[in-house]
């Protein structure tokens, strides 16, 4: 499986962004999709996951300005952030793989990630 992200960049506090990332390859493979985002000096974090089953996680930082959802006939997986803040800065990755039924901790054997898009939330 191969993941392609896009759409990030540059907007002021308060704006939006909507990020995309593609998949292709053995998309089978796939179950379970999320977001992370690292930070400078910081640990790679969750952001959101659509579970294996459907269900949706997201971490209270993000709750509420925050949207993931999947296109499973395009293989697409979408991430709109509304309502920006400075410490939504970070490179944000896409992951997607083979998850525990009723989880998003994939398998690692089908644990994928995309390349990363830089995401600066600035004035």
């Known amino acids: 499986v191969q993941l392609q992200a896009s759409g990030g960049g540059l907007v002021q506090p308060g704006g939006s962004l909507r990020l995309s990332c593609a998949a292709s390859?053995?998309?089978?493979?796939?179950?379970?999709v999320g977001w992370y985002r690292q930070a400078p000096g910081k640990q790679r974090e969750l952001v959101a996951a659509i579970a294996e089953g459907g269900r949706i996680i997201y971490p209270n930082s993000v709750k509420g300005r925050f949207t993931i959802s999947r296109d499973t006939a395009k293989n697409m997986v979408y991430l709109q952030m509304n309502n920006l803040k400075p410490e939504d800065t970070g490179v944000y990755y896409c992951n997607a793989g083979w998850a525990y039924s009723g989880t998003h901790v994939l398998l690692p054997r089908y644990n994928y990630w995309g390349q990363g898009t830089q995401v600066t939330v600035s004035s």
């Open positions: 390859g053995s998309t089978s493979d796939i179950n379970a």
